[in-house]
């Protein structure tokens, strides 16, 4: 059985940091793509980011992301990592994980991605 555990959320205020981690079991985690998605109350879930499987490691982000979060993996661990840094409040969201073996074409988009997590909030207040 597949699971994903997301951790690491929390409250933080504007310009702080949160690491997220999102732990995998039950599948060949280096043969999975893992992306992060998050949904804020009243919006449609987004997409975050993502790495690709290990075999290419190539990571995506959405534009308003860029330059702030980093996503890294530990294979060894089955475990991705979303460090997100300079939070502003719309960033606030529960963030989720999820495992699947995307194209390049279809990294962004949910219906690429099998397994998900329970997702972890996030609220970034002053």
């Known amino acids: 059985q597949v699971q994903l555990v997301e951790s690491g959320g929390g409250v933080v205020k504007p310009g702080g940091s949160l690491r997220l981690s999102c732990q995998a079991s039950g599948l060949t985690f280096s043969q999975y793509g893992v992306g992060w998605f998050r949904q804020a109350p009243g919006k449609e879930r987004e997409f975050v980011g993502a790495v690709r499987q290990s075999a290419q490691n190539t990571k995506f982000y959405a534009d308003s992301v860029k330059g702030r979060f980093t996503i890294s993996r530990d294979n060894a661990k089955s475990t991705v990592y979303l460090q997100m840094n300079a939070l502003n409040p719309e960033d606030t969201a529960l963030y989720f994980c999820?495992?699947?073996?995307?194209?390049?074409?279809?990294?962004?988009?949910?219906?690429?991605?099998?397994?998900w997590g329970q997702g972890t909030q996030v609220t970034v207040s002053s």
């Open positions: 999820a495992a699947g073996r995307p194209i390049v074409g279809t990294i962004r988009t949910e219906t690429a991605y099998t397994f």
